[in-house]
């Protein structure tokens, strides 16, 4: 079981204007916890900071000051320590579309994951891997799955093999920014229905970055809002919906006015 703490982290862009540069913190001073079976939702509108936040994170950027522990370690930059870090923190990016090769099928953007986490398998047993993997996201008759091409597949289906391959390494962490967002709505609640499962199944610890607030009451213990890189207001799901103190967060408890009908909807 892993756990993945932000203290402080700051990370300050420099924009280009004309000749003159000027600072632009994207990220204000973040610290949260994210812990095995729990899943934190991270709720703001866009530019608000939370993909900068998941690419800290994921270590794809240095944040300017801050730390990131993983178990209580700070995390290596380099190394066996980074490479175990990349393989624990797994990342749902928002377009599963793009981040698949249409000429490559299903089975083959698993093996890669798991030969590298597991280089003595022989090929039968990638196979094996392969077919387990996609049985844990729910797309079955797992054979029949594996030969397909990215374009042969769902929207809802394409983003469960970007589920998958998350999954290969076996991570302790999962960043899912906006995972739904780019699918149909009427197949995102399965697709956030069955992060909520693998959550208490792998004993993951998530943070689900959307914009809807929705859907954070109902898929998470607890809601951190961004607003301008800084966390405005936090607390457990229900607090923050029902008794939201920032002005930010009003406006958003506002436009999704009842959650329980939005829900409803989303399930019919
Ligand atoms: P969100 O994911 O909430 O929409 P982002 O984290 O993508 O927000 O962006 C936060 C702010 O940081 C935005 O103002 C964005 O323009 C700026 N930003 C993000 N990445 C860069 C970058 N590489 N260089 C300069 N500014 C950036
Ligand atoms: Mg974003």
Redesign the pocket.
């Known amino acids: 079981m892993t756990t993945l703490e932000a203290h402080n982290l700051i990370k300050q862009?420099?924009?280009r204007q004309g000749v003159r540069t000027r600072p632009?913190r994207?990220?204000d001073d973040v610290s949260f916890t994210l812990d095995p079976r729990r899943t934190v939702a991270l709720v703001?509108?866009?530019?608000?900071?939370?993909?900068?936040?998941a690419k800290l994170l994921l270590q794809l950027e240095r944040p300017t000051s801050g730390e990131i522990l993983l178990d209580g370690k700070s995390v290596e930059r380099r190394g066996a320590g980074l490479k175990r870090y990349r393989r624990t923190v797994q990342m749902v990016f928002q377009d599963p579309f793009a981040s698949l090769n249409p000429f490559h099928t299903v089975e083959h953007h698993l093996q890669r994951p798991v030969r590298l986490h597991h280089p003595q398998l022989t090929k039968d047993e990638v196979h094996r891997r392969v077919l387990q993997l996609l049985e844990r996201v729910r797309l079955t008759p797992a054979e029949n799955v594996a030969a397909r091409r990215p374009h042969e597949l769902s929207g809802g289906q394409r983003q469960r093999v970007a589920i998958a391959r998350a999954l290969a390494p076996e991570p302790g962490i999962l960043i899912a920014?906006e995972p739904v967002s780019m699918l149909d709505v009427s197949i995102r609640l399965g697709v956030l229905n069955l992060l909520a499962t693998l959550q208490r199944e792998e004993d993951l610890g998530v943070l689900y970055?959307t914009h809807d607030l929705a859907t954070a009451r109902h898929f998470s213990d607890e809601i951190l809002v961004?607003y301008q890189?800084r966390i405005v207001e936090r607390g457990t799901a229900d607090d923050v919906i029902l008794s939201p103190q920032h002005e930010y967060t009003k406006t958003l408890a506002a436009a999704a006015p009842n959650p329980e009908r939005r829900i409803g909807e989303l399930r019919r």
Do not use: P
């Open positions: 862009y420099h924009l632009l994207a990220v703001g509108q866009s530019g608000s900071g939370k993909s900068t936040i920014d970055i961004m890189g």
